[in-house]
């Protein structure tokens, strides 16, 4: 028998046509941390949408001018019912004076109960398939329906709804089929979802994916709103090493999370920064955090740019993969780096220190060319899943195209051939040859000032910076 507890929040809101408004919740949570595995709980897992699909999404709905729109379930978590008995006693204020000391058996799940997450998410699964939606192997979270000729499309996060239509009447017609079985809080067209703001522009045929208000949020935590802006995250060649302690005066750990957040949600241009920061998190000094306020003043000077889908966009995926051969100074190591475009705009982008260290620059590109391909096999995988429920004529198929500046890659990647020089290289990294063989990929030459890729691996001057940044179409 576990203790429940009353949790008070504040909650600020915009509504649909951009009011604002404040409400005051209270909410009896259950007390988790003393749950017990084999007792109160078996699993916890429950998945979410991930970031790609939901930029994915976007570029599908841009290049085909579909209806987007957005709904919240209330209370969302109370939905869930519980396959263990769980025993909690009377609330704060709620106690039966009757019978004080009986305790309640909870049937349903409760915020802050361990698997609550997991057993709210069959709801919605289990809901949405008996209206005939099918989900996608690739995307647990990801639903649709061709009825009657029009396809409809909708993205679970927990609590919120991504509904995607080719008309409003279906949109309309999920909502209806959603508000009877739920719960529901109508958001109207889609503004807003875990924090990216959407703009979008019918004229233009654009939709727009950006953090303008998250950032500003980070730069007023670590009081640098009024910096002056630069050009580059990094500058060219900097050097860091790593420090013996930590000064816990200046807050490293926290700008680099923060910041995280929004290289992950829209902006790939951070990605190579907030690698290399991270890599000082155990040990920085006065320098990292001169680094830290450096592209504080960046983010300060790009806080309007975003990822900006095209309406009549080709649904082809293409990607570019790219390394700094031993650009670590003191492991010596390489840095991965590859973007995934989706029509014209950027969907997917890594940027990352390779696990070995890379002899040559061949090899170097080898390994950040497998690590290009695994998430290209990804996204194929969800575009084909999409295209078998009905998004065919939405989605260009074929190989994905991925563009590498090494002609010894490419030409190592299709000639299974071993010699004295590359036969040490780990067989895990061989997937690209798979790949290629069973045409789920193909490879390009692309020449190096053309490389997406290359801001992922390497600070860059302004003038290449903004080009490739500008052929990311983060606007």
């Known amino acids: 028998m576990l203790k429940g507890k009353w949790v008070y929040e504040v909650i600020n809101e915009v509504d649909k046509n951009g009011n604002n408004s404040t409400r005051h919740e209270a909410r009896l949570c259950f007390m988790g941390n003393r749950q017990i595995k084999g007792l109160h709980f078996n699993e916890t897992f429950a998945p979410v949408a991930k970031s790609t699909t939901i930029r994915c999404i976007l570029a599908i709905t841009a290049a085909n001018g579909w209806e987007l ?17 769980v025993y909690m006693e009377q609330p704060e204020g709620y106690v039966d004076t009757t019978y004080p000391d009986k305790v309640y058996r909870l ?79 109508d958001l109207g067209e889609a503004k807003v979802i875990l924090e990216l703001e959407i703009r979008r522009d019918k004229a233009l045929g654009t939709v727009k994916l950006s953090q303008g208000k998250y950032a500003a949020q980070v730069l007023e935590i670590f009081g640098m709103e009024e910096c002056n802006p630069l050009g580059t995250p990094l500058e060219v060649g900097l050097h860091l090493v790593k420090a013996d302690g930590s000064d816990d005066k200046r807050p490293h750990r926290e700008a680099v999370g923060s910041l995280m957040y929004l290289m992950v949600g829209t902006r790939p241009d951070l990605a190579f920064a907030i690698g290399k920061l991270s890599r000082f998190v155990s040990g920085y000094g006065k320098e990292h955090w001169a680094a830290i306020k450096r592209f504080l003043r960046y983010v300060k000077g790009s806080m309007d740019k975003g990822l900006v889908f095209d309406k009549n966009s080709s649904c082809v995926l293409q990607g570019f993969s790219d390394s700094d051969c031993a650009g670590d100074h003191e492991t010596r190591r390489s840095t991965t780096g ?18 070995t260290v890379a002899l040559s620059t061949m090899e170097a590109d080898y390994m950040a060319l497998c690590e290009a391909s695994k998430e290209a096999a990804w996204l194929k995988k969800l575009m084909q899943g999409a295209a078998s429920q009905g998004l065919r004529t939405a989605i260009s198929g074929g190989p994905i195209h991925i563009k590498v500046d090494n002609s010894g890659c490419t030409d190592f990647s299709k000639n299974p051939v071993e010699h004295k020089r590359t036969k040490h290289i780990d067989i895990r990294y061989h997937f690209v ?38 052929n990311m179409r983060l606007c």
């Open 69 to 85: 729109h957005e709904m919240d379930v209330k209370t969302a978590f109370l939905n869930g019912d519980l396959d263990k008995e």
């Open 107 to 185: 049937l349903q799940a409760l915020c802050e109960l361990k698997q609550a997450p997991r057993m709210w998410y069959a709801k919605p699964d289990d809901f949405l398939k008996s209206q005939g939606f099918d989900n996608i192997d690739a995307e647990a979270c990801l639903y649709l329906l061709m009825d009657d000729g029009e396809i409809i499309i909708v993205l679970v996060y927990v609590d919120d709804l991504l509904l995607v239509a080719s008309s409003l009447a279906a949109i309309q017609k999920i909502k209806k089929a959603l508000h009877k079985r739920f719960e529901m809080k």
């Open 338 to 355: 590859f973007t995934i475009i989706f029509g014209r705009s950027t969907v997917r982008w890594g940027s990352k220190l390779q696990k």
């Open 433 to 470: 040859r798979e790949a290629i063989t069973t045409d789920k990929g193909t490879l390009e030459h692309c020449a190096t000032d053309d490389m997406v890729a290359d801001p992922m691996t390497k600070e860059l001057g302004k003038t290449k910076h903004n080009k490739h940044v500008e």
